[in-house]
């Protein structure tokens, strides 16, 4: 079974600060995905990747195959940034719909 | 484009009693997923769907049903409610099926179940 471990649980930061979201998981994959959860509950897609490395704002998101490890990276982090922040990789030669989800870190960004 | 509507955002069920959690997507995806997510858990698929017609199976179907008529519905029924189910339930929808790159998935603002 593939798990997948997510670091750290709870993060805190102050304003400015560069974070790192860690992701791990444990067989082949095709895919990772990056969500973003926020407060109120509404799940966002952040970045979808199989290999190197993707920028979008202020995140950046890089994944190595061969360690089975992805990070998640804010950069100048905001408040606007805390949020839960989920990892999910789809398995290597399963069916596409078994996706399975990390229990997500949830980072607090403090003005 | 609204995106992904779920409705209600909030209900408290009895034990044994029944309801639809509604789900539309107005992007013409194929795709369609329910997923739930239980305090310090994942979120785990209950169901999903391929297209109109078209439905099976998740992680953790038991004491749940799907239909999908037409492309834009996919509602997801709960025939007697136990504490078990409980959770907070999120519809999702995308444009093909292989988790690719070009395939992110869209999510509700999800519908926060109790059952007491």
């Known amino acids: ?111 | 484009n609204a995106g992904v509507t779920q409705t209600p955002k909030f209900r408290i069920l009895k034990i044994g009693q029944s309801m639809t959690l509604q789900c539309t997507q107005d992007m013409n995806h194929n795709y369609m997923y329910w997923y739930r997510q239980d305090p310090g858990m994942g979120l785990k698929l209950i169901y999903y769907s391929v297209g109109a017609g078209i439905t099976d199976k998740g992680e953790v179907p038991n004491g749940y049903n799907v239909s999908r008529s037409t492309t834009e519905d996919f509602p997801l029924r709960l025939e007697l409610a136990a504490p078990s189910q409980t959770s907070v339930y999120f519809c999702a929808s995308s444009y093909s099926m292989g988790w690719g790159e070009n395939s992110p998935l869209h999510f509700g603002n999800g519908t926060r179940l109790t059952v007491t």
């Open chain 1, 1 to 111: 079974k593939n798990e997948v471990e997510q670091s750290p649980q709870n993060l805190t930061a102050q304003e400015g600060e560069f974070i790192t979201i860690n992701c791990s998981y444990s067989v082949g994959i095709s895919a990772l995905h990056w969500l973003q959860q926020h407060p109120g509950g509404g799940i966002v897609s952040l970045f979808m990747l199989s290999s190197g490395k993707k920028k979008h704002g202020r995140l950046i998101a890089t994944i190595n195959i061969q360690e089975k490890h992805s990070s998640l990276h804010i950069t100048a982090s905001h408040p606007r940034d805390s949020a839960v922040y989920i990892c999910a990789v789809c398995s290597l030669g399963g069916s596409n719909y078994k996706l399975t989800f990390g229990k997500g870190t949830l980072l607090t960004v403090n003005p």
